[in-house]
């Protein structure tokens, strides 16, 4: 088992989505209060970069320094049970959100989605997001993912999935979704092969991948990141300590720091951010969205 992971800040009202910034910073998104946050790990604070009102669900960087978002359109948490104190509803439409480095909020797409989940850029500056239901799922299922080409060209690579949740991308440009107990591997055909497979139960939420290819998953009940090697071989485990209460949901992770060996985690249940540093290898390229 790896080393548990530390606790950079709290605070955070359930923090999905995370990213590293070229300044030194964090961004993560908020699913339940629809705004993202800015930490400053160093600095062991953080402050709201923008509202987004609905759901921020995930961030990714966009080439003027701003951020594309997945937008939910917004969960009635009430309903859910998670909080003594649910947020206040604030429905928006969903889609795909930008924030432009100068502070400006909007709609790169929003007509038709059900509730975009997570992103990621390919090195050609192609964006790939995925589009599952809200709870309770609908059946027959209606997850799909999705692909922005450049010149804004918009197709559907696969649909009738159960609950595509993160994806990222393979160090030879395949496309990895998380669905239902697995990391499934997806062609712009729509087949579909496993990456990891497990037993019953769910995978995760979002991941990330080293330089190695080795996936690292977010474990929302298990509370902490679990790594796969690209064959599906478990190869660690990095826990997180148990809050008091005992309510825990992990959501999402991404490499960064200084020489990108720090792996961050949003820990959406206390709602902290997270970090393990000198970890075996750096993380994958980010490529940010080209902005038109």
Sequence with gaps: MGDVGEIVVTGLR?????????????????????????????????????????????????????????????????????????????????????????????????????????????????????????????DPPVGRVFRLAPDGTLTTIVSGLIFPNGIALEPDGGIVIVEKNSLMRLALDGTTSFAVEREGGVMGDGFCLDAEGNFYVASTVHHGVRVYSPEGKELDWLPIPEPADGKVCTTNCCFGGSDGRTLFATDGLPGQLVAWEGLPHPGRTVHPWPVP
Excluded: K
């Design 14 to 138: 359930f923090p999905e989505g995370p990213v590293w910034c070229d300044d030194g910073t964090v961004v993560c998104s908020s699913v339940t209060d629809g705004v993202l946050y800015r930490v400053w790990p160093a600095e062991r604070r953080w402050d709201t970069l923008v509202v987004t009102g609905g759901g921020a669900n995930a961030a990714a960087p966009a080439s003027d320094g701003g951020f594309l978002i997945t937008q939910n359109g917004g969960i009635d948490l009430a309903i859910m049970g998670l909080f003594d104190e649910a947020p206040p509803f604030t429905p928006v439409a969903p889609g795909i959100q930008r924030l432009s480095a100068g502070g400006e909020l909007t709609y790169v797409l929003d007509d038709g989605f059900h509730a975009p989940n997570d992103l990621v850029v390919d090195a050609d500056g192609t964006l790939y997001f995925t589009d599952p239901g809200h709870y309770p799922l609908p």
